[in-house]
C-alpha cells in the first residue's frame, strides 16, 4: 500500500511539473509589471502551419497607457511568426512571419475583451475579431508558412525565442480562453466560440493545456461570464 501511495505521489508531482491541466472558468493572472513573469505554452503543431486561428480573453487596464503583448508565438527563424498585440493610439497589431497589419480598434475601456486573429497562406486575408464583431478582412504574408517547434508565451513579447523580453511590453491583467486551430474558423464558428460554445481546438486546447509558468504568475476563476 505504501509503495502504491509513492508512486501516486510521484505520478501526481510529474503531472503538476508538466502543468497539463483543465483550465476551464480559470485564467492566468500578472498582476506585476516584470521582464520575468510569463506561461510557456506547449502546442501540438507537427507541420508548418499554412493556416491558423487564435482566441482568447484578456481583461487590462494598460490599454490607455502603453502596448502590451497577448499571444506571442516564435521559432528559432523568426521571433515574430505570430504576433497579436495591443499598440496605444493605433489598436491591435497582427503579425504573421514579422510582417504586420494592424485592426483599428474603438476606445479602449477596462472590461474582459475576447479577440480571435485569423490568417491563412493561400490567400493572404488576415481576419481579426473583437467580441463577436469582425474588423475589415486585410492582406499578409500570402504564401508564408508559420514554422514548427515553436515557443508559444503568454504575458510577454519575444524578441527572440523564448527570450528577450521588455518589461514596457508585458500583460498586467487576466488572460484566459486561450485556444488555437490549424485552421480559419468561419463566422459561425467564431460566434460558437464567442459564446462560449466549442469547437474542438486541435494546437492549443484551453481544456487539455499543457503549459509552465514563471515567475510572478496566479491561476484564478476568471471574471468574465
Request: some cysteine.
Amino acid at each position: 500500500m505504501e509503495k502504491l501511495l509513492w508512486c501516486f505521489l510521484v505520478l501526481t508531482s510529474f503531472c503538476d511539473a508538466f502543468g497539463q491541466t483543465d483550465m476551464d472558468k480559470k485564467a492566468f493572472v500578472f498582476p506585476t509589471e516584470s521582464d520575468n513573469s510569463y506561461v510557456s505554452l506547449k502546442a501540438q503543431v507537427k507541420k508548418p502551419l499554412k493556416a491558423f486561428t487564435v482566441c482568447l480573453h484578456v481583461y487590462t487596464e494598460l490599454s490607455k497607457t502603453r502596448g502590451y503583448s497577448i499571444f506571442s508565438y516564435a521559432t528559432k527563424k523568426q521571433a515574430n511568426d505570430i504576433l497579436i498585440f495591443w499598440s496605444k493610439g493605433r489598436g491591435y497589431t497582427f503579425g504573421v512571419g514579422g510582417p504586420e497589419v494592424v485592426f483599428a480598434a474603438p476606445e479602449a475601456t477596462v472590461a474582459p475583451v475576447h479577440i480571435c486573429a485569423s490568417w491563412e497562406s493561400a490567400s493572404g486575408i488576415a481576419e481579426f475579431w473583437v467580441d463577436g464583431k469582425p474588423r475589415v478582412r486585410k492582406s499578409l504574408q500570402k504564401g508564408y508558412s508559420v514554422g514548427t517547434e515553436a515557443s508559444i508565451i503568454l504575458g510577454q513579447e519575444q524578441d527572440s525565442f523564448g527570450g528577450s523580453f521588455d518589461a514596457n511590453q508585458c500583460l498586467v491583467g487576466d488572460i484566459g480562453d486561450v485556444n488555437m486551430w490549424d485552421f480559419v474558423l468561419s463566422p459561425g464558428e467564431i460566434n460558437s466560440v464567442y459564446v462560449g460554445g466549442t469547437v474542438s481546438p486541435n494546437v492549443l486546447d484551453w481544456r487539455k493545456l499543457t503549459y509552465e509558468a514563471h515567475g510572478e504568475v496566479f491561476t484564478k476563476p476568471q471574471l468574465w461570464p
